[in-house]
Structures are given as structure tokens and as C-alpha cells.
């Protein structure tokens, strides 16, 4: 059920254009960090011997923690579960990566309780921070933030701060919790203690997924992966103290939720290239969903739009990129995909497909769904899979070509019935030198090096 351009203007929506290319070169125009990359990726993956991650050859990679060892501050075991995370450049060329842990109240091993650092004690998820040398030897692992719950992604701020996000609507009193849940918190990975355990109650209560700040007027875009229909929103938060610095969130601002006319579902859209130029933005009604979820409030009769599976936010090219993993009809979608990448331009308050994965596109994914995503150095994308059979990481040239980047091992399951853990937090170092991933089974982080174009 792709949408073509008859379809889409039938529903009386506004259409800037649309292409047929099938290639993401519009998607790195532009950039400051843009180069030009060669059409096939690395060269074949090369089996480990040790078993634990296939890479091209001439990359090498570096086991930085696993889940179950001692964190280096002697406040525990390191947390289950590690997913989104940021690099962040220290003195003296040191590298504070600040780790996202996705616990529910089931989680295998939880974050450790710190004093000054914990939201609620009954809270399993929260983040962990590894600082690292030049060379990516780990001089320090620690508490960053806890007590807080389903900690999935997030984003970086402009002034170095690492925005951690709940997936969770949990009130105080359901699966044991003391407090309300569902928020975003602040953490400073060189000082956690700087940022505590504030929930930024403005920036709304829902199932938080990521988060991309423009650098230039201080709007939080925020993404929504909602389990169940209508499925989650997109939105953005105008802050009070836009550009403010560390604990300027704080402050407060306005939340809204984002409306294109005539598109009450983003996967019926499904050609690269199709824009649409009206796009509206509707205050959210009850921001911390006291009786009723965002999305299911009352934005009046024109509706709101919605998607499945909302997942990887991040900024580049002066626009927001924000990414839906798959939509099935079979769980309530208008139609079904293997992935799409969204481009909101906020100087035309203009979104554009750029990328949709499979069933009847041009890109596909060997697997399917892509769930974290961040910009390379050299101007693609890289994507973590989050699908069925063995996992992997896959980059994107900017010439539109899919390359396997990492594989891993399988690790979990039985020879019968192999499981492998899938890949989440894939993020650059501030030199581009390194790419930092997560392993979510068993949970591993690795440091990957090599000839990097």
C-alpha cells in the first residue's frame, strides 16, 4: 500500500514534490561533515575469532564493559540492557560516553542507587558514564543517573549534556513505583552531580524515545514510540530559556505536537522524495497525561498525526531527522514499511521522506527494522537493526548504497534456536576517529577503530 502522488494529493494535503530517485545524497547535501564516500561501504565482514564482532578488514574493535563486571567506582555491577548513548569530548583528549540502561522493574541487573543521583529507588533504568583516555583505555565507569525507568534513547545537548529519555507512561503505585514516570532527565557525564535526578516535567510525560536540539534556536524535537494505537506523535518544546546551557530545561517552555494536514498516519507515505510544506504544530493539551496519554487527548477535529514506531531522532543539515522502525497493518498501521527516515526542515516548516526501507522501495534492509541512527563522519548514515536473525550495523553511503558494517555473534538462545542481541547507541567520538556501539546481549559496549573514510 505504497502512496503515490495521485494518492497523496487526494487527501488534500499540500505537496511540495516528490522524486523517485531511491538514492540519500539530498539527505547529506550540505553538511558540514560531508565527504564524499566510496559506493561500496568497507569490503565483506571479516568472521572473529573470538567470536563477538565481524568487522571489514583493517578494523579493530575494543571491549570497553560488559554487563555483570564491576563498575570502576565500586558502586556495583555494570546495569543490563545498555542502549542509547553519546560521546562527549573531556580535557586534555579524554572521551565522556554517557550510556543509556533500558531496565524495566524486571531488569536483570539494575542501575545502582547513588545519593543525589537517584529519581526513584524502585526505578531500575538510568544511565552509566565511561570516561576514556585518547586511546579508548577506560580510566573511569560510573553512576550518571538512576532510579528512573526504561531508559531507551535520547539525544545530546549544544552545551555537552546527554538528555536521557523514559519509554515508559508508569504511574506512582503500578509495578512498584514511588513516582510518576515517562520523562526526560538531564546528565552531565564528567559531573553527574551537577545534574542530579530532575525529571523536565515541561518537555511532557509519554513514552519518550530521542531527542535533536537545533543548535540555533534551542527547539527540542522529540520523538514518541508508542506500543499500542494510535501509536506515538512527533513533537517539539519551546523552551523558556532556549540555549540556556545546564539546567535551563528546567525552566520550562511550551509542548506541541506535530500535524500534517490531511496525513493522519506517516506510513501510508511511502515514495522518497514526497514533501509536504503545511505542516502545523498543535499544543498538547495535558503535558504530564494525568487521566489520558498524549495521544489520545483531543486536538481538535482536525486530528493529529500519528506513527509507529518513532525511534532515532537527530539534527544535521540546519533539520531535524527522526526515524519510524517499521509500521505493520496487522498491529493498527494505515500500511506497512520496513523503515522510513523523516527530514523537518523548521525554516519551511517542510517534512520530506528521504529514506523508506523495503517492502517495495528501492533500499532495502537484509533484515529489517532500523532503530538507532546517527550521522557518520564521513557524511552517511549508520543504522543499528533491531529485527529478526543475526543482527547487525549497517552504514548508508551518501550514494544511497547499504553496507554491512558490524555483525555480531550469536550470543543468546540455544544452536537449535540462536538468538542474537541486537545493536543500539551507535555514536562517533567528537574526532570521528571512533565508533562507539552497544551489543544489547549480553550487554557489551564496543569501541570499533579503523581506516575510517
Not at 550540505?30 to 571479516?46: D, N
Not at 523552551?239 to 490531511?262: D, H, I, N, Q, Y
Amino acid at each position: 500500500m505504497s502512496a503515490t502522488r495521485r494518492q497523496v494529493l487526494a487527501t488534500g494535503a499540500s505537496v511540495a514534490g516528490i522524486a523517485f530517485t531511491g538514492a540519500v545524497s539530498e539527505l547529506f547535501a550540505g553538511t558540514a561533515v560531508a565527504q564524499e564516500m566510496g559506493r561500496s561501504g568497507y569490503g565483506p565482514l571479516v568472521p572473529d575469532p573470538d567470536g563477538l564482532l565481524d568487522l571489514p578488514k583493517g578494523f579493530r574493535y575494543r571491549v570497553l564493559s560488559r554487563t555483570g563486571d564491576e563498575l570502576r567506582s565500586g558502586e556495583g555491577e555494570v546495569p543490563s540492557n545498555p542502549d542509547g548513548m553519546a560521546a562527549f569530548a573531556g580535557r586534555r583528549g579524554r572521551v565522556h560516553l554517557v550510556r543509556n540502561h533500558e531496565n524495566r522493574v524486571d531488569g536483570k541487573i539494575g542501575v545502582p542507587t547513588v545519593d543525589g543521583l537517584t529519581y526513584d529507588p524502585m526505578g531500575k533504568g538510568g544511565c552509566t558514564a565511561l570516561e576514556l583516555d585518547g586511546r579508548n583505555n577506560v580510566l573511569g565507569e560510573r553512576v550518571a543517573i538512576a532510579g528512573t525507568a526504561v531508559n531507551c534513547a535520547g539525544g545530546p545537548s549544544p552545551w555537552g549534556t546527554w538528555l536521557t529519555c523514559e519509554e515508559t507512561e508508569d504511574k506512582a503505585g503500578t509495578n512498584g513505583y514511588t513516582k510518576d514516570h515517562g520523562f526526560i532527565f538531564e546528565v552531565d557525564g564528567a559531573d553527574p552531580h551537577r545534574t542530579g535526578a530532575v525529571p523536565l516535567k515541561a518537555m511532557g510525560r509519554f513514552q519518550h524515545e530521542a531527542i535533536a536540539i537545533d543548535p540555533r534556536t534551542g527547539v527540542v524535537y522529540e520523538t514518541e514510540d508508542a506500543f499500542d494505537r494510535p501509536f506515538g506523535l512527533f513533537y517539539r518544546f519551546l523552551p523558556e530559556k532556549p540555549l540556556g546551557g545546564l539546567g535551563s530545561l528546567r525552566a520550562g517552555g511550551t509542548l506541541e505536537a506535530m500535524r500534517v494536514p490531511g496525513v493522519p498516519d506517516l506510513s501510508v507515505i511511502q515514495e522518497p522524495g514526497a514533501s509536504f510544506d503545511r505542516v502545523e504544530w498543535v499544543p498538547v493539551p495535558d503535558t504530564q497525561a494525568k487521566e489520558t496519554p498524549i495521544r489520545l487527548q483531543d486536538f481538535g477535529k482536525k486530528g493529529i498525526t500519528h506513527a509507529q514506531k518513532l525511534e532515532g531522532c537527530y539534527w544535521g543539515d540546519r533539520s531535524v531527522y527522526f526515524v519510524s522502525s517499521f509500521a505493520k497493518s496487522a498491529e493498527g498501521s494505515a500500511a506497512d514499511h520496513y523503515g522510513q527516515v523523516w527530514k523537518y526542515e523548521p525554516q519551511r516548516r517542510r517534512l520530506t521522506l528521504v529514506i523508506a526501507f523495503g517492502p517495495d522501495t528501492d533500499i532495502q534492509l537484509p533484515g529489517e527494522s532500523p532503530d538507532n541512527i546517527c550521522l557518520a563522519p564521513s557524511g552517511g548514515l549508520m543504522v543499528c537493526e533491531d529485527g529478526g536473525g543475526a543482527q547487525h550495523v549497517y552504514g548508508l553511503t551518501r550514494h544511497g548504497e547499504l553496507y554491512e558494517m558490524a555483525r555480531g555473534a550469536q550470543n543468546i538462545g540455544t544452536p537449535e534456536e540462536p538468538e542474537w542481541g541486537e545493536f543500539a547507541g551507535v555514536t562517533f567520538a567528537p574526532d570521528g576517529d571512533t565508533m562507539y556501539v552497544n551489543c544489547y546481549t549480553p550487554g557489551t559496549t564496543f569501541a570499533v577503530t579503523g581506516p575510517w573514510r
